[in-house]
C-alpha cells in the first residue's frame, strides 16, 4: 500500500539536509531531473564505490570499462532500440496531460468515447495511442542534418558489447569473464516520478558477464543471488526486499530469462535491479550490423563460438532511493519527535560529527584540532551552532553514526564522548583513539 506522507517527508528532509534538491529551481524546476547536494552525492558515491569494490577489485574475473554516452547511430539500429525503443503515448485533449497508453489509471479505451481521462475525468477526449520512442535525439558537427543524428544513450549496456573483443584482448580474460561500467543513460520517459525512481536523466551500474553457451544457466542462477546478497549487506531489511521472476509475456525481446530486484518503496514493491541472460542476442546482432567478427575462440574446446551473456543491471539513483527508504525512521525520545537515517556506517555521508559542549573554555579549538585530525581519513563535519541537543538531531537527520562531543573533561583529561546514532549509548574515549575507533565500527 502507498504511503505518501512517508514519501513527502522524505522528500522534504532530502532538500532540507542537502541530499537532493530539483534541478534549475530557481526558474521552476525541470520535470523529472533532480541535483544531487553535498550529502547526496557522498551517498551515491560510496553506493558506486562500494559496488566497483564488489565487482571488479574483488574479483579477477571482471574489468571495467567507461564507454563514451554518444556512440555510432547504427549500435542503436542494431540494438533494436531505434525500431523498438517505444512506449504508447495518449494526450488528454481537455487537461492536455500526457500519460502512457498502458496507464492503469484510465478507465475505457483511449481514442474511443468510453475513455476517461485519469486526470480530469473527462470522458471521449483521450486521443489513440501512437508510438513514442524513449532515445533523445541530438546532432553532431554544425549542420543539424539527418547525417548527424546522433543519440544519448538509453543504456550502458552497448558500450560493452562493442567493446567486448577490446576488453578480452587487451586485458588477456578467458571466457567467463565480465566487464563492469557505472554511466549516466538519458530516456525522454512519458510519465516519470516517484522522486528519484523514474527519471529522464539516470546513472547505471552494470555488469555483463560472457559465458560459454550451455553454462548461461548456471552463471545466471549464480549472479541472482549474488546481487541479491550484495544488497542485503548493504544493511537493506531482508523483508522488503524479494525477487520477481519474468513470465513469458514480460521477457524483453532479447532475453531467455530474467528476474528483478525489488524494493517495497513507500509508493509500492518495485524493481531497482535486473539479472538477465541475454544469450547471444547483442553480439550477433552487433556482428551482422557491422560485419565484424565478434567470436571468441576458446582454446581449450578449440572451437570459436558467440559467448552469451548474463547481465546484471542496477540503478544507482533507484538504490539510493531504497537505502534511503529504508533507512528513515521516525521515533519519540524523551518525549520528542526524532528523524533519523539509519544508514550502515560505511556508506553514510558523513562518518562522523565533532562538536564543541560550548563555544568557550577552549573546546572549540580542540574540536577543531580533532575535526582537522580526522579530514584526512574520513568524511567528518563540524558543527557548534546551536544547542548541542539541536545539533545532535541534525546529524541524526543526516544519518551521521557517530559524534565526538568535546566538553569541559576533554579540556582536563584529553578525552572525548562519542555518541552513537541508533542506540544513543555514549563511549568516554581518549582523543588519540577516535580514528581507530571509527576504523572498527565504519570499514564494512
Same mark, same amino acid.
Given at each position: 500500500?502507498?504511503?505518501?506522507?512517508?514519501?513527502?517527508?522524505?522528500?522534504?528532509?532530502? !532538500?532540507?539536509?542537502?541530499?537532493?534538491?530539483?534541478?534549475?529551481?530557481?526558474?521552476?524546476?525541470?520535470?523529472?531531473?533532480?541535483?544531487?547536494?553535498?550529502?547526496?552525492?557522498?551517498?551515491?558515491?560510496?553506493?558506486?564505490?562500494?559496488?566497483?569494490?564488489?565487482?571488479?577489485?574483488?574479483?579477477?574475473?571482471?574489468?571495467?570499462?567507461?564507454?563514451?554516452?554518444?556512440?555510432?547511430?547504427?549500435?542503436?539500429?542494431?540494438?533494436?532500440?531505434?525500431?523498438?525503443?517505444?512506449?504508447?503515448?495518449?494526450?488528454?485533449?481537455?487537461?492536455?496531460?500526457?500519460?502512457?497508453?498502458?496507464?492503469?489509471?484510465?478507465?475505457?479505451?483511449?481514442?474511443?468515447?468510453?475513455?476517461?481521462?485519469?486526470?480530469?475525468?473527462?470522458?471521449?477526449?483521450?486521443?489513440?495511442?501512437?508510438?513514442?520512442?524513449?532515445?533523445? !535525439?541530438?546532432?553532431?558537427?554544425?549542420?543539424?542534418?539527418?547525417?548527424?543524428?546522433?543519440?544519448?544513450?538509453?543504456?550502458?549496456?552497448?558500450?560493452?558489447?562493442?567493446?567486448?573483443?577490446?576488453?578480452?584482448?587487451?586485458?588477456?580474460?578467458?571466457?567467463?569473464?565480465?566487464?563492469?561500467?557505472?554511466?549516466?543513460?538519458?530516456?525522454?520517459?512519458?510519465?516519470?516520478?516517484?522522486?528519484?525512481?523514474?527519471?529522464?536523466?539516470?546513472?547505471?551500474?552494470?555488469?555483463?558477464?560472457?559465458?560459454?553457451?550451455?553454462?548461461?544457466?548456471?552463471?545466471?542462477?549464480?549472479?541472482?543471488?549474488?546481487?541479491?546478497?550484495?544488497?542485503?549487506?548493504?544493511?537493506?531489511?531482508?523483508?522488503?526486499?524479494?525477487?520477481?521472476?519474468?513470465?513469458?509475456?514480460?521477457?524483453?525481446?532479447?532475453?531467455?530469462?530474467?528476474?528483478?530486484?525489488?524494493?517495497?518503496?513507500?509508493?509500492?514493491?518495485?524493481?531497482?535491479?535486473?539479472?538477465?541472460?541475454?544469450?547471444?542476442?547483442?553480439?550477433?546482432?552487433?556482428?551482422?550490423?557491422?560485419?565484424?567478427?565478434?567470436?571468441?575462440?576458446?582454446?581449450?574446446?578449440?572451437?570459436?563460438?558467440?559467448?552469451?551473456?548474463?547481465?546484471?543491471?542496477?540503478?544507482?539513483?533507484?538504490?539510493?532511493?531504497?537505502?534511503?527508504?529504508?533507512?528513515?525512521?521516525?521515533?519519540?525520545?524523551?518525549?520528542?519527535?526524532?528523524?533519523?537515517?539509519?544508514?550502515?556506517?560505511?556508506?553514510?555521508?558523513?562518518?562522523?560529527?565533532?562538536?564543541?559542549?560550548?563555544?568557550?573554555?577552549?573546546?572549540?579549538?580542540?574540536?577543531?584540532?580533532?575535526?582537522?585530525?580526522?579530514?584526512?581519513?574520513?568524511?567528518?563535519?563540524?558543527?557548534?551552532?546551536?544547542?548541542?541537543?539541536?545539533?545532535?538531531?541534525?546529524?541524526?537527520?543526516?544519518?551521521?553514526?557517530?559524534?565526538?562531543?568535546?566538553?569541559?573533561?576533554?579540556?582536563?583529561?584529553?578525552?572525548?564522548?562519542?555518541?552513537?546514532?541508533?542506540?544513543?549509548?555514549?563511549?568516554?574515549?581518549?582523543?588519540?583513539?577516535?580514528?581507530?575507533?571509527?576504523?572498527?565500527?565504519?570499514?564494512?
Amino acid at each position: 500500500m502507498a504511503n505518501t506522507d512517508r514519501m513527502e517527508k522524505l522528500v522534504s528532509l532530502c !532538500k532540507r539536509r542537502g541530499f537532493i534538491f530539483q534541478s534549475s529551481e530557481i526558474y521552476g524546476g525541470l520535470g523529472s531531473v533532480w541535483d544531487y547536494g553535498p550529502l547526496g552525492v557522498e551517498l551515491k558515491k560510496n553506493l558506486k564505490d562500494r559496488w566497483w569494490r564488489a565487482m571488479v577489485h574483488a574479483r579477477d574475473d571482471i574489468e571495467g570499462l567507461d564507454a563514451g554516452i554518444l556512440m555510432h547511430p547504427r549500435v542503436w539500429e542494431a540494438s533494436g532500440h531505434l525500431a523498438g525503443f517505444t512506449d504508447p503515448l495518449v494526450d488528454c485533449k481537455q487537461c492536455k496531460q500526457r500519460f502512457r497508453g498502458d496507464d492503469p489509471r484510465i478507465r475505457g479505451t483511449p481514442g474511443q468515447p468510453d475513455a476517461q481521462c485519469p486526470v480530469c475525468g473527462t470522458k471521449g477526449m483521450l486521443t489513440a495511442p501512437r508510438m513514442f520512442n524513449l532515445m533523445f !535525439k541530438t546532432f553532431m558537427g554544425p549542420v543539424e542534418e539527418d547525417a548527424a543524428v546522433v543519440y544519448m544513450r538509453p543504456e550502458t549496456a552497448q558500450g560493452i558489447y562493442v567493446n567486448y573483443l577490446n576488453v578480452q584482448q587487451a586485458s588477456r580474460q578467458k571466457i567467463p569473464f565480465g566487464i563492469a561500467q557505472i554511466g549516466k543513460a538519458f530516456r525522454n520517459e512519458i510519465t516519470p516520478g516517484n522522486f528519484i525512481f523514474r527519471t529522464r536523466e539516470f546513472e547505471q551500474m552494470e555488469m555483463q558477464f560472457f559465458v560459454r553457451p550451455g553454462t548461461d544457466e548456471a552463471w545466471f542462477e549464480f549472479w541472482r543471488h549474488e546481487r541479491m546478497g550484495w544488497h542485503e549487506r548493504l544493511g537493506i531489511r531482508k523483508e522488503r526486499l524479494r525477487f520477481h521472476q519474468h513470465g513469458t509475456d514480460e521477457l524483453a525481446h532479447y532475453a531467455k530469462a530474467a528476474y528483478d530486484i525489488e524494493y517495497e518503496f513507500p509508493f509500492g514493491w518495485n524493481e531497482f535491479e535486473g539479472i538477465h541472460n541475454r544469450t547471444d542476442f547483442d553480439l550477433s546482432r552487433h556482428q551482422q550490423f557491422s560485419g565484424k567478427k565478434l567470436e571468441y575462440f576458446d582454446q581449450e574446446r578449440n572451437e570459436r563460438y558467440l559467448p552469451y551473456v548474463v547481465e546484471t543491471s542496477v540503478g544507482a539513483d533507484r538504490t539510493a532511493l531504497a537505502v534511503l527508504c529504508d533507512a528513515y525512521h521516525e521515533e519519540e525520545v524523551a518525549g520528542e519527535n526524532r528523524v533519523v537515517l539509519r544508514f550502515l556506517p560505511s556508506i553514510a555521508p558523513i562518518k562522523a560529527a565533532v562538536l564543541p559542549l560550548v563555544n568557550r573554555d577552549g573546546m572549540p579549538e580542540v574540536a577543531k584540532r580533532i575535526h582537522d585530525d580526522l579530514r584526512g581519513r574520513y568524511t567528518v563535519f563540524y558543527d557548534d551552532g546551536g544547542s548541542i541537543g539541536r545539533r545532535y538531531r541534525r546529524q541524526d537527520e543526516a544519518g551521521t553514526p557517530f559524534a565526538v562531543t568535546v566538553d569541559g573533561q576533554t579540556t582536563q583529561d584529553g578525552t572525548v564522548t562519542v555518541r552513537h546514532r541508533d542506540t544513543l549509548v555514549q563511549d568516554r574515549i581518549g582523543a588519540g583513539a577516535i580514528a581507530g575507533y571509527l576504523a572498527e565500527r565504519v570499514a564494512t
